[in-house]
């Protein structure tokens, strides 16, 4: 069994500064696709960033030049720095990441719990 563990969020005002992080824990031997989506009130989940086993990047437009993902394999850990924050990126923030079975080529996708990110205006 593999657990996602988020930390990071909080309340920021705008133009500042979070960095959440997952970290995963339990039977793994690598990790695949590791990123982030988030929600806000009454609006549909969004993908915000992804980073590969090999390190290719992927952002949503609005995250684009603010937000940057990053992984440590030896951790098993990803993080979003998050630059330039507006009100609009006001959501709870979930990390994924996919995982094969131990001796396997299946991939299993895990979830984090979700942080709350809340930009004040």
């Known amino acids: 069994q593999v657990q996602l563990v988020e930390s990071g969020g909080g309340l920021v005002q705008a133009g500042g500064s979070l960095r959440p992080s997952c970290a995963a824990s339990?039977?793994?031997?690598?990790?695949?696709?590791m990123g982030w989506y988030r929600q806000a009130p009454g609006k549909q989940r969004e993908s915000v960033a992804t980073?590969?086993?090999?390190?290719?990047?992927n952002y949503a437009d609005s995250a684009k030049g603010r937000f940057t993902i990053s992984r440590d394999n030896a951790k098993n850990t990803v993080s979003l720095q998050m630059n330039s924050l507006k009100p609009e990126d006001t959501a709870v923030y979930y990390c994924?990441?996919?995982?094969?079975?131990?001796?396997?080529?299946?991939?299993?996708?895990?979830w984090g719990q979700g942080t709350q990110v809340t930009v004040s205006s």
């Open positions: 994924y990441m996919y995982v094969p079975k131990l001796g396997s080529a299946t991939l299993t996708n895990y």
């Open positions: 339990g039977s793994i031997s690598s990790i695949a696709t």
């Open positions: 980073v590969t086993s090999g390190g290719t990047t």
